[in-house]
């Protein structure tokens, strides 16, 4: 594997990726693309460039669109100020396979964006943190989802790029082992949809998480409280060197 372009949100699971593509992968150089789309918070975005920094990252790009979340506003409980985030077990039955916590078309775009970045810099991979959730799911990160973006992308006459998802058969307590295993440092990730000091616990990310942790006998070492890298980076392109 050679260069490669990893998006990277400052959650479990891209953090998980990136050290996993850099070690197990051995991808070099590698590239971070972490993106504002508007959401209610940007804690993780902090978690982010702690993780790229750790990773030795070549370049790790902010990208600022906050416009998509007044164009998706009203759709959305991440985006929206209005639509609360719902505890999971709020959650009817008939909600799981899209819960409010989607985001219309999120993933088709940020993977258009890496996609560009990547074809920018001669790079052909690209790879997103999909991943298969225990009680909800989303359309976009399905295998179906992901085959037919790599078939349009596959059209590109000169730089075709390849999206990847190695994660996205696995669960997270999989994913958290294997990161366990790589020595992540997981106080520097944020997975909470709600933007308070602290993890609220009960969303349906904070549920899916604690148990992940749990599932392993391990504490969370960002549980319940805010993390170290809580301050928000300068908005602008910031470079590190290879490790």
């Known amino acids: 594997m050679k260069s490669a372009v990893i998006l990277l949100s400052g959650g479990l699971d891209s953090s998980t990726l990136l050290h996993y593509v850099k070690s197990k992968l051995d991808s070099r ?10 959401q209610k918070h940007v804690r ?8 790229a920094r750790a990773a030795g990252v070549e370049e790790h790009r902010q990208v600022d669109i906050a416009f998509f979340g007044e164009l998706v506003a009203g759709a959305s409980a991440l985006t929206d100020p209005a639509v ?17 916590t989607y985001v219309p078309n999120r993933n088709m775009l940020f993977l258009a964006l890496a996609a ?8 052909a991979n690209v790879f997103y943190g999909a991943q ?22 596959g059209l590109n006459r000169r730089q075709p790029i390849i999206l990847h998802a190695p994660f996205m058969m696995m669960h997270k307590s999989e994913i ?5 295993d790589l020595g992540v440092n997981y106080a520097e990730t944020w997975s909470c949809y709600c933007g308070e000091d602290k993890s609220c616990g009960v969303c349906p990310s904070c549920m899916e998480r ?15 409280r805010t993390p170290a890298a809580g301050r928000q980076p300068p908005d602008r392109r910031k470079r590190h060197e290879r490790g």
């Open 176 to 180: 958290l082992k294997i990161g366990l």
């Open 29 to 38: 150089p590698l590239y971070a693309l972490t993106i504002r789309y508007g």
């Open 210 to 224: 604690r148990a992940a942790f749990a599932a392993l006998h391990v504490a969370d070492p960002a549980a319940g």
């Open 84 to 100: 609360p985030v719902p505890a999971l077990a709020e959650l009817a039955p008939g909600q799981l396979d899209q819960p409010p």
């Open 116 to 123: 560009a970045y990547a074809e920018a810099k001669g790079i």
């Open 44 to 51: 993780e975005t902090a978690c982010a460039f702690a993780q």
């Open 132 to 153: 298969a959730q225990d009680r909800y799911g989303y359309w976009d990160c399905t295998p179906e989802f992901l085959d037919r973006m790599n078939a349009v992308l």
